[in-house]
């Protein structure tokens, strides 16, 4: 006996059941990455307060973080993807910065990430830059930016604690404060350095709404704060969240904060 042609219908109605696996799959939005933006202070031999790395755990940092085949990029890219002007991040993505201007990132750091052809974001105070016994000079941090890769960026004019002296200022003389810090550090690195500022550090990772619109005002892109979780698209422009890397972070430990945020940017 002949079957009867399906309806309009229920030709439609077959054609969707048939396809809606396919167009489950491919509407699926991209998985978007996560970026672990690590941040060390000072390097030595032995640990010397909270803020130490051991010189001897940095450099197996290095090596797991090589074995993990692990793409290190500048934070600038990072910050270009997440505004929108760069359309994708390389796998495995990973930035690294440094805060303070300690010496030994000159002594310890730069030669083990040179030699590696990794680039790193440098936040520094200027009023310690050739002034205070720990920290850089300015011919140091030249004698860094004439390698490609390195470059140096805003920590503040002498890294304060911004709510704390908030807590203690009127709000017009915070307000000319906080300017005073952001502007000045800027116009000091660019100065001294003859480079572009554009990205900035929060003393202590500390900061509210009201510092990143000014944040914003001074001309920064974008600024990092602490947090010890990856950076995503989520995460607002002027707190980006940064892993701090201190000696009690083992080698176990960071591997898996960064094959965490591997997994949480591929594809199931």
Known sequence: MSRAPLDAGR??????????PLL?????PAPQPSVPVLVYHRFAATVLDSMTLRSSNFEVQLR????????VIPLADWVAWRRG?????????VVLTADDGHRSQFEVMAPLL????????LF???SAISNASYAMTWPQLRELLAEPGFTVQSHTFWHPNLLQERRRMSPDAFQRFAADQLRRSREVIEQRLSQPVSLL????GLSDEALWKQAAECGYQAAVTLGNRSASMQDPLYAVPRHLIVDSVDE????????AAFAAGEAP
């Open 11 to 20: 030709r439609a109605l077959a054609f969707g059941l048939l396809c809606a």
């Open 24 to 28: 489950g799959r491919t509407a699926r």
């Open 64 to 71: 797991m973080m090589e074995r993990l085949e692990c793409t």
């Open 85 to 93: 002007e760069r359309a994708t991040l390389p796998p495995r993505a």
């Open 114 to 121: 040179h030699a590696r052809g990794w680039p790193v974001t």
């Open 124 to 126: 520094v105070y200027p």
């Open 201 to 204: 550090a929060w003393p202590f």
């Open 252 to 259: 176990r430990q960071l591997a898996a904060r960064l094959t």
